[in-house]
């Protein structure tokens, strides 16, 4: 049986200052990453043999409650078998072509990239 840590509160987690990944308790796997760019949360998970880890997002807007709920319900996809990392993989595909089609749509947003590469350029 998996040696499973005792879920550490959010006081505890602002204790931290260590870099690297501390494992939080409460979900297996779920890890907060600690370094000088600030803290994130990762899971880490094995699918089909291979060990394998997920951003979850940045600890400034992902709370341990929300954080913990992400990791258990990536968890019950694991069990459907269902990869994490390819339903982000699927999700950016399908943000950058919504984001495509807006762009060629709408003249409007192509007129304020227009505008904003010009006001970086200079």
Same mark, same amino acid.
């Given at each position: 049986?998996?040696? &499973?840590?005792?879920?550490?509160?959010?006081?505890?987690? %602002?204790?931290? +200052? #260590?870099?690297? =990944?501390?494992?939080?308790? !409460?979900?297996?796997?779920?890890?907060?990453?600690?370094?000088?760019?600030?803290?994130?949360?990762?899971?880490?998970?094995?699918?089909?043999?291979?060990?394998?880890?997920?951003?979850?997002?940045? &600890?400034?807007?992902?709370?341990?409650?929300?954080?913990? %709920?992400?990791? +258990? #319900?990536?968890? =019950?996809?694991?069990?459907? !078998?269902?990869?994490?990392?390819?339903?982000?993989?699927?999700?950016?595909?399908?943000?950058?072509?919504?984001?495509?089609?807006?762009?060629?749509?709408?003249?409007?947003?192509?007129?304020?990239?227009?505008?904003?590469?010009?006001?970086?350029?200079?």
């Amino acid at each position: 049986m998996a040696n &499973l840590k005792s879920p550490l509160s959010v006081k505890e987690l %602002e204790q931290l +200052r #260590d870099q690297g =990944l501390h494992a939080v308790g !409460g979900v297996p796997g779920l890890l907060l990453k600690v370094s000088s760019g600030g803290r994130s949360w990762i899971y880490r998970y094995t699918f089909e043999g291979l060990r394998k880890k997920v951003g979850l997002g940045p &600890l400034t807007t992902l709370g341990l409650r929300e954080a913990r %709920e992400l990791a +258990r #319900d990536l968890s =019950l996809k694991i069990r459907e !078998g269902i990869d994490p990392c390819e339903i982000k993989k699927v999700e950016s595909v399908e943000t950058r072509s919504s984001l495509s089609a807006h762009q060629g749509v709408d003249s409007n947003h192509r007129e304020c990239r227009q505008l904003t590469s010009l006001y970086r350029s200079n």
